[in-house]
C-alpha cells in the first residue's frame, strides 16, 4: 500500500543519513543538466526548472526520452505499458489526469462522483512523479519541430492571479503524439457560444450546475409559466452512444429523483434527443428499436431534424421548427483539432495525422501517432479506424511494446533504430459496443462489424454486463472502489442532487 511504501522509504532514508544530501544534491544535478534558459548557468541548484527554460536534448549517459503529447485513452496506456528502466516519459497535457468517459455521463446526474472517473497521470506511470529524467508538464503544445526534434509548449494557467503563460521546448528521442479530437460543431453557429460538450469532467461539471440551477430558479415565485417551461426543457443533439446514455441517464434522473424532490416542477421538466438519422447507427437495428422505445418509454422526446442555428434560450432547425431550451448537451462525433490540423505533417482521409501499419508517421523520424488524432494513410490499404476508447487503447498497448523492444534493441535513441526488427504491424478487431438506457435497461452488441454476425443482448442483462465490463476497465482499484460505493449509495439513497 502507498502509506506502507512510504513509511518504508522514510525508515530507510533515517538510517542513512550522512550520506543522503550528497547523494540527493547529485541527484537533483542530473536531473536538472537538460534544461537551458539560453543564460548563463547559476552556480546554485534551484528547486525546479528555470521559467522560460528549455528541457534540451538527453546525454549520452541518461536514458533516451519518450515525449507524449496527451493524456488521453491513448497516451495513458502507452505510459502505462512503457518500460521506465529503458526510457524516461515527459507527458505534456492541459490536464493532470485520464477521464473515464464510458462513465462520464453518469457524473453529469449524481449518479458517480466526479473523482471516481478521473485517474491522475502520476498513478498511471509513477515514473512521473518519482524519476529524475520524466515530468509531467501542465501545457499545450503549439507546434513540431520534427527536423530538430523538439515540441514547442505553452504553459496553462487559470484564473487572473496565475502567472502569464510562456512557451518553453521539449527535446525528445522518440515522440508519440496523441492529442486526441475536439466535437464537431459543423460551422453551425452559436454552438460553441451556447451548447456544453461532454468530453470532460468540467464539462460533465458545468451540466451538473447548469441543471441544476435551472431546477431551483423555475420553483422562484414569480417564473412564468412559459419560462418554467423553457428552463427546464434538457436537449440533446446526437443520437451517437454518447447523447443516448446521457439521455437515459437523465430521464433516470428525472423519474427516481427529481419527481420526488421538486414535486413542484416534476410536470415540467423533459428531455429531447435530436438526431439526423437513426439513433446509434452503429448498433444492430434490433436494438436499435429496443432503444428507441425504451427511451420513449421513460420519457425522452425523439425528434429527427437537423439543427441551422443555436441561439441563448433557443436552437432553429432545418424545417423551421425552434426549440427552447434550458440546458443544450452537444454530442454529435469529433473531428480534428485545429493544432492536429496545423501540423506540417502527412495526412490520413478526414485530416487526422497520417500512420503507416507500425503507428508511425511516414518520412518523419521518430514520430508516431496514436488515438483519435491518428489515422492510416491511403498507401497502406486500410481504412481509418472510428474514434473509439477501444482502439486507443489498443494503439497506445501495441505502440509500448514496440518502443520497448526498439529500446532493448538499442534504437531508443534520436534517429536510431531503422535497423530494428519492428514485428507485426498492428491489427485492430472490434470487440464490440454497449450503452445504458438508464433504468437497469442497456444494450450489449458483440458483433466485430455492423454487417457481421454475434451476438446482441438488450435488458437487464445487458446491463449488468456493462456495469461488470465497465467496472473491470476503470484503471485502479481506487477508482473501482469509488465507483462501486458510488452505485450502492445511488440505489440505496438515491442521487446526490446538491449545488456544489
Request: with cysteine; proline share 6%; aromatic share 8%.
Amino acid at each position: 500500500m502507498a502509506w506502507f511504501r512510504t513509511l518504508t522509504r522514510m525508515s530507510a532514508t533515517a538510517k542513512t543519513v550522512p550520506t543522503a544530501p550528497v547523494a540527493s544534491a547529485s541527484l537533483l544535478l542530473t536531473s536538472l543538466r537538460n534544461f537551458s534558459t539560453g543564460t548563463a548557468a547559476s552556480p546554485a541548484v534551484e528547486d525546479r526548472p528555470p521559467p522560460h527554460g528549455d528541457l534540451g536534448p538527453t546525454g549520452g549517459g541518461e536514458k533516451p526520452r519518450v515525449v507524449v503529447l496527451g493524456s488521453g485513452w491513448a497516451g495513458c496506456r502507452l505510459m502505462k505499458g512503457i518500460d521506465t528502466s529503458i526510457y524516461d516519459v515527459v507527458c505534456v497535457s492541459p490536464r493532470n489526469h485520464m477521464v473515464f468517459t464510458p462513465l462520464l455521463a453518469s457524473t453529469c446526474v449524481g449518479t458517480l462522483e466526479f473523482r471516481s472517473v478521473a485517474e491522475p497521470v502520476g498513478r498511471i506511470q509513477p515514473a512521473i512523479s518519482r524519476e529524475p529524467g520524466s515530468y509531467f508538464f501542465l501545457s499545450n503544445c503549439k507546434g513540431i519541430d520534427a527536423k530538430n526534434h523538439r515540441v514547442i509548449c505553452e504553459t496553462v494557467t487559470d484564473g487572473p492571479n496565475t502567472p502569464d503563460p510562456w512557451k518553453f521546448n521539449i527535446s525528445y528521442d522518440k515522440l508519440v503524439i496523441a492529442l486526441g479530437a475536439e466535437a464537431l460543431t459543423f460551422g453551425i453557429h452559436g454552438v460553441k457560444e451556447h451548447a456544453i460538450f461532454l468530453r470532460e469532467v468540467h464539462h460533465a461539471q458545468e451540466i451538473r450546475r447548469r441543471l441544476l440551477l435551472n431546477l431551483m430558479l423555475s420553483d422562484v415565485p414569480g417564473t412564468t409559466e412559459q419560462e418554467k417551461s423553457r428552463l427546464l426543457h434538457c436537449v440533446v443533439v446526437g443520437g451517437g452512444p454518447t447523447g443516448v446514455e446521457f439521455s437515459g441517464e437523465l430521464s433516470d434522473f428525472i423519474m427516481r429523483d427529481v419527481r420526488q424532490r421538486h414535486a413542484h416542477v416534476k410536470d415540467y421538466i423533459r428531455v429531447t434527443l435530436i438526431e439526423a438519422n437513426e439513433i446509434l447507427s452503429s448498433f444492430d437495428d434490433r436494438l436499435r428499436r429496443y432503444a428507441t422505445r425504451q427511451l420513449t418509454k421513460s420519457g425522452v422526446h425523439l425528434v429527427r431534424g437537423i439543427v441551422k442555428d443555436v441561439e441563448p434560450d433557443k436552437i432553429v432547425l432545418d424545417n423551421g421548427t425552434e426549440v427552447p431550451y434550458g440546458l443544450l448537451v452537444w454530442s454529435t462525433g469529433v473531428g480534428p483539432s485545429s493544432l492536429v490540423k496545423s501540423l506540417d505533417l502527412p495526412k490520413a482521409p478526414g485530416g487526422r495525422i497520417g500512420i503507416d501499419e507500425w503507428l508511425r508517421v511516414p518520412n518523419v523520424p521518430d514520430v508516431y501517432a496514436i488515438g483519435d488524432c491518428s489515422g492510416f494513410v491511403e498507401s497502406t490499404g486500410k481504412p481509418v479506424l472510428p474514434a473509439l476508447a477501444q482502439v486507443a487503447e489498443r494503439q497506445g498497448k501495441y505502440l509500448a511494446g514496440l518502443l520497448n523492444r526498439i529500446g532493448k534493441a538499442g534504437g531508443g535513441r534520436a534517429n536510431s533504430g531503422a535497423e530494428v526488427d519492428l514485428g507485426d504491424p498492428f491489427v485492430y478487431k472490434h470487440l464490440g459496443s454497449m450503452a445504458t438506457l438508464g433504468r437497469y435497461k442497456a444494450l450489449v452488441d458483440l458483433r466485430q462489424s455492423k454487417e457481421g454476425k454475434g451476438i446482441s443482448l438488450a435488458g437487464f442483462l445487458s446491463w449488468f454486463i456493462w456495469r461488470s465490463a465497465y467496472l473491470t476497465r476503470v484503471i485502479s482499484w481506487r477508482n473501482r472502489f469509488y465507483v462501486a460505493v458510488n452505485w450502492l449509495t445511488t440505489m440505496v439513497f438515491g442521487r446526490d442532487i446538491s449545488r456544489i
